[in-house]
């Protein structure tokens, strides 16, 4: 099966929010919320992320920042924004999805995600860690 499908399947029959998949195999699977799931595994196991696959529920610009700079080859998501899109696109990694939007929206659906916010004029990933390890230390 190819990692892309297994990480999909993988997701769905087991309610999760994140998983990444390589060699036919799962390496990484969570259900946290928000883009802890991402964040926590490109940190932890950034070298897992090349030639990877990865399924999630929701991809924003932040999350595709880490997805792009981990390398891997493709990915899965059940709602992308119009920008982390393009980005993933434009990055050659190939792009499945089942509903794309202008902007990920945040839980309670009346502002933008604060991770989009923060990561809105960011252009590398050093700066995005440092934003969201400042913001995880806020809330």
Not at 38 to 64: E, L, T
């Amino acid at each position: 099966m190819e990692n892309k499908t297994l990480a999909k399947i993988y997701l769905k029959k087991n309610n999760l929010n994140f998983v990444l998949a390589r060699d036919n195999r799962i390496l990484i699977e969570s259900n946290g919320r928000g883009i802890k799931p991402i964040f926590d595994a490109y940190r932890n196991h950034k070298k897992d992320f090349k030639d990877a696959s990865v399924a999630d529920k929701v991809i924003g610009k932040a999350a595709s920042m880490f997805l792009i700079e981990g390398k891997i080859k493709s990915l899965y998501t059940d709602l992308i924004s119009d920008e982390a899109y393009e980005l993933l696109l434009e990055n050659g990694i190939e792009v499945e999805y089942e509903k794309k939007v202008p902007m990920i929206l945040n839980r309670t659906g009346d502002d933008v995600c604060p991770m989009e916010k923060l990561s809105s004029n960011l252009n590398s990933v050093e700066e995005l860690i440092l934003k969201i390890e400042e913001f995880f230390k806020n809330i």
